[in-house]
């Protein structure tokens, strides 16, 4: 049974490929032999994009590289190169900082939904993931609607059932995506100042927007990975001991192609008693807390509570705010600062943080680490399409809970206004009765078929200076709806519920107002670099 589908290149391009991508007909392939701005370059490109990560590279940047003098360079048969120092440093005297020094660029592609968010779960890698906010995700892969087909799901008595019911979901979103646009269009003027082009990749990003909940996770995505050597060994482990086949099974395909580039510091991952016995502690600990947990809450009805709910701050956060930004610019011990600082009236009070915070003329001007002296914590019920993008951000502790139909799910008023409304219930219904056929046999793929629009719930923890990046940026102007509320909804009890106005108050570049057409400024942007206007 066939989980991916294979890419088909000529021979020349095989002959080009084969020099900087480490194999040419899997979904997991490292990056060599390219300047590492290239390498950049192409992941950006990647997150918008259709197309795969190979296929991208043929058609939009070899015309521009030198290729000429890596002809005789085959990535695909891996390193045959000496290696007697990393292997004494780094696993003979466990020196972990070596593998701190090597990175890998890492594609990897038809990735469920759920997957991805297991392949961003760690806070020392760099991501970029294919957006369905820029890409229609009805375009088939090998002719078939791009969605994980699980191996155990296919062949067992609801494989049928899977495949026809994701297709039917495929082609409500393919139907809802026409109707909407359509319906953008119609009722949205165009600026005279904007181009065609500008114009109409604004309205169908709103339209994606509106329309991506119908999409199941178990769509499939691509992912570009940068990290070090000690992060993907933390990532393999991890993924091995996780309870979904899929990422078990990506892990194989994933140690396989980085054993191609870094193979002394992935050594550890196979070995009984040591990798093996980090995964067997995960694994061990996972099951043992889930099953206790069911034992203890399994029966306790769930209360009805705000969806955006700050359950945890400091009610003397100001005054460790306050002591924080002293610290580095004076000779007191914290506690005297910190007892200092108490005394102080509220015009020294306001003068200090005014000081720090400074003329902030962009969100990239951020005050500095005194706010991280400062933490918050809130407990979200969102649609999974908002949880997907606010998952990414890694200066933060973040833990969710199962995916399922349970919570009810978003319906947003776009698509009723378009009068499909309909369509869109149907999917849901449908997206929600595959799951409860799936749930007692496959605990675990189940998930495959939820719908993104349905709702989950996760706590966010994190500082205040996290909370002037991730609400500024989450806030802005081109940011999808769901995402948008959230953000503001947080400023809002960090300044009222907490009454941290001081921190509240450094968020100066946060964004009430939304647009009609939330991606129009960027396209207009990008347009004015590309030298449209």
């Not at 809802?176 to 309205?203: C, I, M, N, W």
């Not at 869109?424 to 799936?438: E, I, K, N, Q």
Request: proline share 4%; net charge negative.
């Amino acid at each position: 049974m066939t989980v991916y589908v294979p890419e088909d290149f000529s021979p020349d391009e095989e002959d080009i490929l084969r020099r900087y991508f480490t194999n040419l007909d899997g979904p997991v392939f490292a990056l060599v032999n390219l300047p590492e701005v290239v390498k950049g370059a192409l992941f950006a490109r990647y997150s918008r994009s259709p197309k795969s990560l190979r296929r991208l590279f043929l058609d939009e940047f070899v015309g521009d590289l030198d290729i000429a003098g890596d002809v005789t360079v085959d990535a695909t048969v891996g390193l045959e190169r000496a290696e007697e120092l990393y292997e004494k440093v780094f696993f003979e005297y466990g020196d972990d900082s070596v593998a701190q020094l090597g990175g890998v660029h890492l594609a990897c592609e038809q990735a469920s939904n759920i997957l991805t968010k297991i392949l961003e779960w760690g806070r020392l890698m760099s991501y970029l993931e294919q957006s369905t906010r820029y890409i229609s995700y009805d375009a088939r892969l090998g002719g078939r609607f791009r969605f994980f087909r699980d191996p155990a799901i296919l062949s067992s008595r609801f494989g049928t059932r899977y495949v026809g019911d994701m297709d039917r979901v495929f082609d409500s979103y393919s139907l809802l995506l026409q109707k909407v646009t359509d319906h953008v269009r119609a009722t949205v003027q165009r600026e005279p100042g904007d181009s065609d082009f500008v114009y109409r990749t604004a309205t169908r990003a709103k339209a994606l927007d509106a329309v991506r909940g119908v999409l199941p996770a178990a769509a499939l995505s691509n992912v570009g990975i940068y990290g070090s050597g000690q992060s993907f060994e933390s990532l393999l482990v991890r993924m091995r001991a996780h309870p979904l086949p899929e990422a078990r099974h990506y892990a194989d395909l994933m140690l396989h192609e980085l054993r191609k580039v870094i193979p002394s510091f992935l050594r550890r991952v196979d070995i009984a008693e040591r990798g093996g016995r980090w995964t067997q502690y995960q694994a061990t600990t996972r099951e043992n807390t889930s099953r206790l947990v069911e034992s203890l809450f399994g029966g306790t009805p769930v209360e009805q509570v705000p969806a955006i709910q700050l359950v945890d701050f400091d009610p003397d956060a100001e005054d460790k705010l306050l002591a924080a930004i002293c610290y580095p610019h004076a000779h007191l011990p914290e506690q005297q600062l910190l007892e200092r600082v108490r005394t102080l009236g509220p015009t020294e009070r306001l003068a200090l943080i005014r000081a720090y915070v400074g003329d902030r003329e962009n969100r990239r001007h951020k005050p500095g680490r005194a706010f991280e002296r400062v933490d918050y914590r809130f407990d979200v019920l969102s649609d999974y399409g908002a949880f997907r993008d606010l998952q990414r951000h890694r200066m933060l502790t973040i833990e969710w809970q199962c995916l399922t139909p349970n919570h009810g799910y978003v319906r947003p008023e776009l698509v009723e206004d378009a009068g499909m409304a309909d369509v869109f219930d149907d999917a849901m219904a449908r997206s929600a009765a595959l799951y409860d056929a799936l749930k007692d046999d496959f605990p675990q793929q189940a998930q495959y078929a939820v719908s993104m629009a349905y709702r989950m719930r996760y706590t966010m923890q994190f500082n205040a200076r996290e909370a002037i990046h991730l609400l500024e940026l989450r806030s802005s102007a081109q940011g999808h709806p769901s995402y948008r509320r959230i953000a503001l909804e947080m400023h809002r009890l960090i300044e009222q519920q907490a009454g941290h106005r001081a921190v509240a108050d450094a968020m100066v570049h946060l964004t009430r107002e939304a647009p009609e057409l939330e991606r129009l400024a960027a396209e207009r942007r990008a347009e004015s670099r590309r030298g449209g206007g």
